[in-house]
């Protein structure tokens, strides 16, 4: 990763944005607790349970998708909306409680203090239930020898993001790995990564995760990222 200085802002507005699809049973959850630290805009990926309408009514500013298109369309959204409204940093945490708002103060901090542009939560691997340490555990790794550095968790969605890293990093991902391409977009532009500790939270909600089909999605990810390593572009 190019050492460059963090560029942070001292004044400006930090939101969080919300990608949601069909969490009517968390949103509102959600979006209660983050407003105890910032606003909290809520991405609709085109629910059809009510959550945009929940989550309006516990407070949140909703910017909607007609149909679903997928988290790394949504992201884009609300990358778009943050840096039309001129926020020096926005917070990504999930729908679904797997994120505690209350932990929005930790990377603030991270990010005022210089840490980087790019800040990410960090989970315990050692607290996932057994079926999810593994895969995680090994995407870690791969991802890590693909990018060329320690990558301490490779799926956490909990993140703070610059206003320059969202008008110029953009996944064109449109499942779970968009994630992982905003991380390597991120170094290849030179932005620095920083990392906090989080809880490791899992709920009651069944995982959208396909073991076979989104693994070897995975798998090509890590091979086009260690391509791009060395090429010094993503394509």
Excluded at 75 to 83: E, I, R, S
Excluded at 190 to 198: E, K, L
């Amino acid at each position: 990763m190019p050492e460059t200085q963090a560029r942070v802002p001292r004044t400006g507005e930090i939101i969080a944005l919300i990608p949601c699809y069909n969490e009517a049973k968390y949103i509102a959850a959600v979006v209660e607790r983050t407003l105890k630290h910032v606003p909290a805009v809520v991405v609709d990926d085109g629910s059809t349970d009510g959550s945009a309408a929940i989550a309006a009514l516990a407070g949140a500013k909703i910017v909607a998708h007609a149909v679903n298109q997928g988290k790394g369309k949504a992201l884009n959204t609300g990358f778009d909306y943050a840096v039309a409204r001129g926020v020096a940093a926005a917070i990504t945490l999930d729908a679904d409680g797997q994120h505690d708002p209350d932990e929005i103060p930790l990377f603030i901090q991270a990010f005022y203090s210089g840490q980087g542009d790019l800040i990410i939560g960090r989970r315990s691997f050692g607290q996932m239930p057994p079926r999810n340490q593994f895969g995680n555990r090994v995407g870690s790794v791969l991802l890590g020898w693909a990018m060329g550095q320690p990558i301490p968790d490779n799926q956490s969605g909990y993140r703070l993001l610059s206003r320059d890293v969202m008008a110029k990093v953009r996944p064109s991902s449109s499942r779970f790995e968009a994630e992982v391409e905003i991380l390597l977009r991120a170094q290849l532009a030179g932005f620095r990564v920083g990392w906090v500790p989080i809880k490791t939270i899992y709920n009651d909600k069944k995982s959208h995760f396909h073991p076979v089909d989104d693994s070897l999605l995975f798998l090509k990810m890590v091979w086009r990222i260690w391509r791009a390593r060395l090429r010094g572009s993503f394509d």
